[in-house]
DNA sequence: TCTGGGGTCCTAGGACCC
DNA sequence: TCTGGGGTCCTAGGACCC
């Protein structure tokens, strides 16, 4: 068996655990640049607020109805993340973190494992403050299915066995697991409209419809496991780190900074990972909701040799920047996509040149330790700007409680928060 | 005024090879 | 009029996920 164990409205649950009077009430949770709502407390849904609502729209209904709102805070939920499956892998020994609020357990030595589940749950609860549901399957899109049932049932956990036909059939063929709103319309047209009718329906009508991943989904409901549980995960392919501005920006230099923060970001990440990039794509956009005038461009190269220098992937960023840029346009966003990823044990140098340049090396370790020890932004590059006046807003975010020294939480009347 | 960010996998079609 | 057969590799775009 197979157990889904997804934290509940993950965002709020973990501003709730700092403050706990925010129970009960409805909170949302903004996205990046206060954006949309990406998550909502069951109360927050009761009003009606949708998964990815623009704040502009609902602001007024939040108001209305005392709906406490917060940025998003990553590093906040970012360590609670990694709490909440530290607990978990004491009772599963291999499983799978599939997304910051979801892990998948495998549960094939265990011997009861509606138990187990009971424990995760309350042990979880009591040691982090965050409520789980768990749902178990014969395979992971089944726990994902048992998952969603237990949530709908307020259960906390729910095992579904492959017999269990009654329950499948209430589902429909959009909340499977895989199964988005292009493929739902081409299954519509086929007549079939639950999890059971896809169950039921004739594989090669099937893979017409959705191709093989959609013929594997099918497989799955019928308790064939095609998606194995992936305990070590792959390193990533490419890296994407892109940021709508916080106002519309028109100035070349101002994208180049963004650019520069991007790319310097990206770095970090495949550095982070053992990883070197052999190409790099820049990206910039207007704001596609407004009626102004419309540009968007890529541009994208291969490096002659593959880098993890953020010097030298910063100054390619900018050159492709401005052989994109266009005058006269309002921009939103701007974006730096690191390709091509390999295991840095692996490179190979270039027969005749060589872009290796060792005090430039002992630079760069220097910024990273720099600011592992005083924080990130601690130093950086001054092409990535100072005042940064186009950056995100941010302006309801709790402080980072777990992971910053000056943030933490006091208790009672003797300490003033600095 | 205001609309997120970061990924993966698959497929079709083009360019190229013998 | 009629123009082979069988591959690989790469890329862009589509679909999905959280």
Not at 140 to 154: C, F, G, I, P, S
Not at 322 to 348: C, E, F, T, W
Request: net charge positive; proline share 4%; glycine share 6%.
């Amino acid at each position: 068996m197979i157990a889904l164990a997804d934290c509940n409205n993950f965002y709020v649950s973990c501003e709730r655990v700092f403050q706990p009077w925010l129970n009960e009430r409805p909170v949302i949770v903004l996205s990046n640049n206060d954006g949309c709502a990406i998550a909502r407390s069951n109360e927050a849904k009761r009003l009606g607020i949708k998964m990815g609502a623009p704040y502009h729209q609902i602001k007024d209904l939040c108001q209305k109805n005392r709906v406490s709102v917060f940025s998003s805070n990553y590093e906040l939920y970012g360590d609670m993340s990694r709490r909440v499956v530290s607990i978990l892998m004491r009772f599963a020994p291999e499983y799978e973190v599939y997304s910051i609020d979801e892990s998948f357990l495998s549960l094939e030595q265990i011997h009861d494992p509606v138990r187990t589940a009971k424990e995760m749950r309350e042990t979880v609860l009591k040691w982090t403050g965050i409520p789980i549901s768990i749902g178990i399957g014969p395979t992971k899109t089944l726990a994902k299915m048992a998952n969603r049932m237990a949530k709908e049932q307020d259960a906390g956990y729910l095992m579904l066995k492959e017999s269990e036909n009654s329950l499948i059939s209430s589902i429909r063929v959009s909340d499977v697991w895989g199964i988005g709103r292009k493929i739902e319309e081409r299954l519509k047209k086929l007549k079939i409209l639950t999890a059971m009718d896809l169950i039921n329906a004739p594989a090669p009508a099937i893979r017409k419809a959705g191709g093989v991943q959609l013929e594997r989904t099918q497989k799955e409901l019928h308790g064939m496991q095609c998606i194995k549980i992936e305990q070590i995960p792959e390193p990533k392919k490419n890296v994407c780190c892109s940021r709508s501005f916080g106002r519309t920006v028109t100035d070349l230099e101002e994208l180049e900074e963004a650019v520069a923060n991007h790319a310097v970001r990206a770095t970090q990440k495949i550095r982070k990972e053992g990883s070197i990039t052999c190409g790099l794509q820049v990206f910039i956009m207007t704001n596609r909701f407004s009626k102004e005038p419309q540009y968007s461009n890529s541009r994208t190269v291969g490096f002659d040799e593959p880098s993890d220098d953020p010097i030298r992937i910063l100054s390619t960023a900018k050159e492709l920047l401005r052989s994109i840029y266009r005058k006269g346009y309002s921009y939103k966003k701007a974006g730096v996509l690191l390709l091509n990823l390999q295991p840095r044990d692996q490179y190979q140098g270039l027969l005749f040149k060589d872009h290796h340049n060792e005090k430039k090396g002992r630079l760069v370790e220097a910024l990273e330790s720099i600011n592992s020890r005083h924080g990130t932004g601690t130093a950086f590059l001054a092409a990535q700007g100072i005042d940064r006046t186009w950056d995100m807003k941010r302006n309801r975010r709790t402080p980072r409680y777990t992971t910053n020294w000056n943030e933490i939480p006091t208790i009672g009347n003797n300490f003033e928060p600095s």
